[in-house]
């Protein structure tokens, strides 16, 4: 969780009703945030789920795979939840099968994962060793996701840095993890480019950035406020643009694949629509998060937002540069137009206000855009803290995008809900309402022209949720943790999902509430497949503890008794 977005949970209580009312009468004339718009997706709208390799593989220490940042960051105390880690999480690397079988059953289109940089290139490094175990696995993944007529969409980085190369360089603080990175893409293209076609270079740069270098929260956990995260993201993006020119220029015309980046940005709504300091506010939100990225890689330098504020900050601190690195001109014009597709992450949204920070009182990210993030209480908030569900402002981040960026081809790579439950509840019926909502929104936002290709759920299963641990569940199938074959249970969800899918929308009111209630009435069977699961366990712990410990000591004890028996002859 972001300290931006445990900040917007302390100002929960400031939202006041008038200024929602004035929200509500926002004017985005086709943006009627109460109607629910009954129709289709575009033909060969292409629909998916996801996972990440730390998030769900486990085999962290297996077939020569060397170790993450995350790796090390969760094995120290104190750093996520319970302290957990994701050493085995779902053992999603032994079960490529099931888990297709589990896209099947959805009707997949796509599914979208990532590689483990140090499970095919132990210490990040191409010239020190490349794991042909580790490349293995994924292209057996690839082959049976293409047998079952699933199109692979593979990002190149979530987030599981080599170890070796935080330590040795600084990780993203330093300018040499831009070739490593070229050539671990390289190796990636040439194996399974064959079979590949959507690459995406970085998954959520924002995080990697704010949470890595800034606020300390996720790994490699440093706390260089006010100027690391700055620096990540500016070797990030020219990563991004040079792992993108590589593809194009030795790959493409053989591949014919594409290459994007995946940017995650929460909407930001004025909370006054007629102050003229709220909207710039609400837009330098938006600028601050997805624009940081997105402006470079589309128009080829920082938002100019960014610029005036972090250069003036910078001054005021009476220091002779801005914290924010600039480009060259070279470096502009190589890096604007690196995008063949914009993967789009969205969750959630934030009203905002303006509010100054003096730039004496310290210097950090959030304090450099002079905003204050609020929420509505009123606003379903079922799991993670920071995860409110407003979906219309799905809607307005998507057509942001549109007349920001010159309405790219996008995928939305990530969209879901959690629930913060340590018990078990395959009926998740605000997981459908989330859903439903969500994807209503951008059905609506196709119709307004946005150039959305295809949905990814957010995520396939319940895994290893970064700082959080297992305690906050996004998937559509549930995970038993506590059992160490990590049965999977399909959620509701599955099943309302799965319509949409099969329907490719939503094809009436009578039909959509059908798909509802169906989806409630098949969780209650799943429930209690479940709930016999201890059972199970506790019967695999017979058989795999108990019998062979009383073996073992009969063994003994007859042999004691034999000895025994033996001298008392002689
Ligand atoms: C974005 C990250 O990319 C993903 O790994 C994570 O599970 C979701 N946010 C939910 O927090």
Redesign the pocket.
Known sequence: MTLSHRFGRACHVLVLVLCLSAAEDFDWSANNHDSFYYGTFPNGFSWGAGS?AY?TEGAWDKDGKGLSIWDVFTHKKGKTFLNDTGDSSCEGYYKIKDDILLMKELNLNHYRFSISWPRIMPTGIRSDHVNEKGLKYYNVLIDELLENNITPIVTLY?WDLPQVLQEKYGGWQNISMINYFNDFANLCFERYGDRVKYWITF??PW?VAVEGYETGEHAPGLKLRGTGAYRAAHHIIKAHAKVWHTYDSQWRSKQKGMVGISL?GDWGEPVDITNQKDIEAAERYVQFYIGWFATPIFHGDYPQVMKDFIGRKSAQQGLGTSRLPTFSSQEKSYIKGTCDFLGV?H?TTRYITQKSFPSNRGTTYFSDRDIAELVDPRWPDPG?EWLYSVPWGFRRLLNFIKTQYGNPMMFIT?NGVSEKMMCTELCDNWRIQYYKDYINEMLKAIRDGVNVKGYTA??LLDKF??DEGYSER?GLYYVDFKNKNKPRYPKASVQFYKRIIKTNGFPNQREVENWKRKATETCSTSNQLLAADPLTSHMEMVTEVVVPTVCTLCILISAVFLMFLLRKHN
Do not use: C, I, P
């Open positions: 990440s998030q979530h998954n959520n995080s995650s992450g969750f993670s990530e957010w995520s949720e970064w996004f």
